[in-house]
């Protein structure tokens, strides 16, 4: 099974979008495993203010401007910078956004709206009639999230249990909306 994390923001302008995505990559690039013990068991946490491997930094984000109008899909490497037009996905562990106020989950969503178009929709809640914009719902494990300011990492730790600093400084980092969104495959 492939872990991926999204760190996204929703509503980033373009120019802004870059930078964010520039220094959150270069956040997760200085970030080293804790192991207890041998190689072989998981990583018990994550800490940042490691040395930045420059070509690596300068690869990844190479590869993330020239991939702007296009849609990343599964994220290859261990951390992809996303930009342009994009998606996060919690591909087959997906489940329906939640409501914000009742958290009752919206099985009607349909995606189409929003990945055709930059603006979010306004969905409404059948449970308990609360109307929001389709980024102030629970998006954790959503299906579909369009952005265009994104940084993925696959089969990571998951940061909220084992790095809870690095996870909030990550979405300090990645923008105003930040949102983060998790799944696999
Ligand atoms: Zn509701």
Same mark, same amino acid.
């Given at each position: 099974? =492939?872990? %991926?994390?999204?760190?996204?923001?929703?509503?980033?302008?373009?120019?802004? +979008?870059?930078?964010? =995505?520039?220094?959150?990559?270069?956040?997760?690039?200085?970030?080293?495993? %804790?192991?207890?013990?041998?190689?072989?068991?998981? +990583?018990?946490? %994550?800490?940042?203010?490691?040395? @930045?491997?420059?070509?690596?930094?300068?690869?990844?984000?190479?590869?993330? =401007?020239?991939?702007?109008?296009?849609?990343? &899909?599964? *994220?290859?490497?261990?951390?992809?910078?996303?930009?342009?037009?994009?998606?996060?996905?919690? /591909?087959? $562990?997906?489940?329906? *956004?939640?409501?914000?106020?009742?958290?009752?989950?919206?099985?009607?969503?349909?995606?189409?709206?929003?990945?055709?178009? &930059?603006?979010? =929709?306004?969905?409404?809640? +059948? &449970?308990?009639?609360?109307?929001?914009?389709?980024?102030? /719902?629970?998006?954790?494990?959503?299906?579909?999230?369009?952005?265009?300011?994104?940084?993925?990492? $696959?089969?990571? *730790?998951?940061?909220?249990?084992?790095? +809870?600093? @690095?996870?909030?400084?990550?979405?300090?980092? %990645?923008?105003? $909306?930040?949102?983060?969104?998790?799944?696999?495959?």
């Amino acid at each position: 099974m =492939v872990f %991926i994390q999204y760190y996204f923001a929703l509503g980033e302008p373009q120019d802004r +979008a870059l930078q964010r =995505v520039q220094d959150t990559t270069r956040f997760f690039l200085s970030c080293r495993k %804790i192991l207890d013990g041998c190689d072989l068991l998981p +990583a018990i946490g %994550i800490v940042a203010g490691g040395t @930045v491997d420059e070509y690596e930094y300068m690869n990844l984000m190479a590869e993330a =401007v020239a991939n702007m109008s296009s849609a990343t &899909e599964i *994220p290859h490497n261990m951390i992809t910078p996303m930009l342009g037009f994009d998606w996060a996905s919690a /591909w087959a $562990r997906s489940r329906a *956004p939640l409501c914000p106020r009742c958290a009752a989950p919206h099985e009607e969503f349909d995606a189409t709206t929003w990945l055709c178009s &930059e603006l979010e =929709v306004f969905e409404t809640c +059948a &449970e308990c009639d609360t109307t929001a914009l389709i980024g102030d /719902w629970d998006l954790e494990r959503s299906s579909f999230a369009r952005t265009n300011c994104c940084v993925a990492l $696959r089969d990571w *730790p998951s940061l909220p249990q084992v790095a +809870a600093e @690095v996870h909030a400084h990550a979405l300090q980092l %990645i923008g105003c $909306r930040a949102r983060y969104l998790h799944g696999g495959l």
